[in-house]
């Protein structure tokens, strides 16, 4: 990263002059789903007004004890002049209720002198967090080769996705491990998988520290495998193919992207340092095998979803009742994609999952299982970020946290909080009162990095934002009307029952949990009250460098 002055607060609305939808053709016959995009407001840089100028990329979130944890790669912190005040791998900020969507509060920051004028200047965890790395900390080898190569060589650790909640004060993530040779002798070792890292983020009461990440011992996944959990990351509910599980224990989910697509893997929560014990979804058979697949492959038939693929999120939408997933594709065309999971496809024969969901009556957040057994819609486009000075824009994704009070699945809360206070505060009321938002994730929040400057070494990188507002979910047609090609011209108010995301739910699309029924331990803590420990991810494959696999290192 380079030297930079002040890239001063910008803030733009762009409003779409009409109304555009995102029609998606079917995979299987029989489908029939319509996207409307009824207007995205560009709501420009994200600020940062406790320090005096910052560089960094990324900037994934997480909602954690009623504050949002934004993170982020590589940041350097700058004086006036654009000299270098710090430099660290990683950074995270604080976001809260009522508090404007634009702007961060960055903690650690400390004042580090002043400019030729006498004006103060502050940095980001200038004087103890080089020395442990970043916010997420290095393990003791890892810092002594960082030192003894003075920044030439270093490893690097990213937070590449959102990290995934396991409570409502507990968030976990795989984070990657990356080597980073600025002049290697070959250009394409420049960066380098070592593997992926779990880590544990809380956030103390008392804020003063700000959230807290751990690292729960060194390589999870090696880094000659797919970066699993490095694209996104869900928790469910145990298989129904195995009821003899006790169903008070939770899977994980981890999608990672190869070079030619997406692949997924699952393992139980309490084994997931185990890497042993990690199973891999197999398209071809429609199970899970203990044997990886390899980062190279190419037969799309052996791919979880083909395609290219670098950052991006996938999530339950309250809204639509079923997962979504936006991304960014390793085309470098700065434009985000959509897809959903399609209820009306099942993949196979099933008696539980279902056309229309599980047993036929939707799914619900933590029916994570649905992504094994239903069909992804086909990519369409769903934003075109504008780019700044530097180029292409990078490291897209979305923020379900925001517009949205059911972002916790309700078997997150403690047995002690009453079902109807099983919903989060509302974020974002800056810019949208939750009355006027039409509903629990209408609205989306997405993010992206934006160049300045580009330059690998003298790069200077800024976060955008912007909002989506989703059209009113229209009336499925009649099946005559399906079989001839007909579409809806006029969008309703709502979902009908027979929607083809689902069936209208209650409790606003959240099926509820039996209350006092979970209690089982995770890594020595009980599930219902904090859930276990930890943290998800895989960095946004910057220049399409490090996505595949690498020899491990260290």
């Given amino acids: 990263m380079g030297s930079w002055n002040t890239y001063g607060p910008l803030c733009f609305s762009w409003m779409l002059s009409s109304m555009v939808y995102i029609n998606v053709v079917p995979v299987l016959a029989g489908s029939w789903t319509q996207i409307g995009v009824k207007n995205i407001t560009l709501i420009g840089p994200q600020l940062t007004p406790d320090v005096t100028n910052v560089s960094r990329d990324g900037g994934y979130s997480v909602l954690i004890n009623e504050n949002i944890v934004w993170l982020y790669d590589d940041t350097e912190c700058m004086g006036y002049a654009g000299n270098q005040l710090s430099f660290v791998s990683n950074t995270a900020a604080l976001s809260y209720p009522n508090q404007n969507i634009s702007t961060v509060d960055d903690f650690g920051v400390v004042e580090v002198g002043a400019d030729g004028y006498g004006r103060r ?70 960066y380098q998988a070592r593997g992926m890292t779990l880590i544990a983020i809380t956030i103390p009461d008392t804020h003063k520290g700000g959230p807290v990440a751990v690292r729960k011992g060194d390589l999870v996944i090696p880094g000659n495998e797919v970066a699993f959990g490095g694209f996104a990351t869900l928790l469910g509910h145990v298989s129904t193919a195995d009821p003899t599980r006790d169903n008070t224990t939770r899977d994980i989910y981890l999608i990672g992207a190869a070079k030619n697509g997406l692949q997924l893997a699952r393992v139980a929560l309490d084994d997931a340092l185990a890497y042993a014990k990690y199973t891999y979804f197999e398209p071809q ?59 009306n496809q099942p993949l196979g024969t099933d008696a539980i999952w279902t056309v229309g969901g599980k047993n036929g009556q939707g799914i619900q957040q933590e029916d994570a299982e649905a992504l094994v057994k239903y069909t992804w819609s086909p990519e369409q486009k769903l934003y075109v970020s504008p780019t700044g000075p530097g180029g292409f824009n990078y490291a897209g994704g979305a923020h379900p946290e925001y517009f949205n009070r059911q972002y916790y699945a309700q078997s997150l809360y403690t047995d002690s909080t009453p079902f109807r206070q099983r919903r989060n505060a509302w974020y974002g009321s800056s810019l949208l009162d939750e009355a006027d938002a039409g509903g629990d994730g209408r609205h989306l929040l997405l993010s992206w990095t934006s160049q300045i400057q580009g330059g ?48 209208t739910k209650t409790c606003e699309n959240m099926i509820p949990c039996n209350g006092g029924e979970r209690s089982v331990t995770v890594f020595g803590h009980d599930q219902r009250k904090e859930y276990g420990f930890w943290a998800v991810i895989w960095e946004l494959g910057l220049l399409g460098g490090v996505i595949g696999a690498a020899a491990v290192l260290f």
Avoid: C
Avoid at 465 to 489: C, N, Q, W
């Fill in 456 to 503: 690998l070494n003298n790069g200077i990188y800024q976060i955008w934002l912007a909002k989506v507002e989703f059209d009113s979910l229209p009336v499925k047609p009649s099946a005559s009307s399906t079989a001839s090609g007909a579409s809806v011209s006029t969008p309703t108010s709502g979902p009908s029952p027979t929607d083809s995301l689902g069936p």
């Fill in 285 to 343: 058979n429609l199970g899970f095998s203990s044997t990886a697949p390899s980062p190279d492959i190419t037969d799309s038939r052996k791919m979880y979803l083909p395609g290219t693929f670098t950052s991006g999120s996938v999530f339950y939408s309250p809204y639509f009742s079923t997962y979504v997933m936006i991304y960014f594709n390793r085309m470098v065309d700065s434009t985000f994609y959509i897809r959903f999971l399609d209820l």
């Fill in 121 to 190: 200047e502050t940095a980001i965890l200038a004087n103890d967090t080089v020395g442990t790395g970043g916010w997420i900390p290095f393990m003791a080898d890892e810092l002594q080769f960082n030192d003894g190569h003075k920044g030439n060589e270093r490893v690097a650790i990213w937070p590449g996705t959102s990290p995934t909640p396991i409570s409502t004060t507990q968030a976990f993530m795989y984070a990657p491990l990356v080597y980073v040779d600025y002049k290697p002798q070959d250009p394409s070792k420049e």
